[in-house]
């Protein structure tokens, strides 16, 4: 699994990279592949139901987009990964790809010291009864894309202008505020890559 990391970028500008690169996926042009970015302040809604009642300050940035799940919040301080996968046999199970997914996740914040978890009934990595990671997924020929946001020194505060997944905003946390001490995303994304690579089963080719 390549692992490209793309910094700061514009959410629409790494979306249209992410269709490219299904497409050459699916052709078998490139293997699999694991984008990070951090995005600048933006909204996403997925395809549920009347998620657009789930936005209350529109002075951000809307994009509707094809991944499952609700209305959600991208900015600084998130590491948001994007893993651009082909599924074979065994792997074309997407409510296992979801749990392959938490793993990783968990295991990252295994490895600075937090017990993570799930919470039934709600896709995500969970830290007790509040949410610092969440996950939506879309799938073309088997091909993965869009991913997961793990809130590492997200500004919280962002996630009152909307309703996120459908919870109330006070439902999220962040690494850094499970910790009680600054982290930045540069320190996570190891930890997430070795999650994933253990989780996913690929190979980390940087």
């Not at 500008?13 to 490219?20: A, D, F, N, T």
């Not at 065994?90 to 793993?103: A, C, I, V």
């Not at 020194?153 to 905003?169: M, N, S, V, W, Y």
Request: overall charge negative; proline content about 4%.
């Amino acid at each position: 699994m390549h692992v490209i990391d793309l910094g700061v970028r514009e959410y629409v500008e790494v979306y249209e990279l992410q269709k490219q690169l299904v497409l050459q996926r699916i052709a078998d042009e490139i293997g699999d592949t694991l984008l990070f970015v951090e995005h600048p302040h933006v909204i996403t809604l997925g395809r549920r139901l009347n998620a657009q009642q789930n936005i209350f300050d529109r002075t951000m940035p809307v994009v509707e987009i094809e991944r499952g799940g609700d209305v959600t919040y991208h900015g600084p301080g998130q590491l948001v990964g994007y893993p651009i996968l082909k599924l074979d046999g065994s792997e074309r199970d997407l409510h296992g790809y979801l749990r392959r997914l938490e793993d990783a996740l968990i295991s990252a914040a295994a490895a600075l010291g937090l017990t993570a978890g799930r919470n039934p009934g709600y896709t995500g990595m969970w830290l007790g009864d509040q949410k610092a990671a969440s996950i939506g997924i879309a799938v073309r020929r088997w091909v993965t894309f869009h991913g997961f946001a793990l809130n590492v020194c997200t500004d919280l505060a962002r996630f009152r202008a909307i309703q996120p997944c459908g919870l109330p905003a006070v439902v999220m946390t962040s690494l850094e505020a499970a910790l009680g001490r600054p982290i930045t995303v540069d320190e996570v994304k190891p930890l997430v890559a070795a999650g994933l690579s253990a989780s996913l089963d690929r190979e980390l080719v940087r």
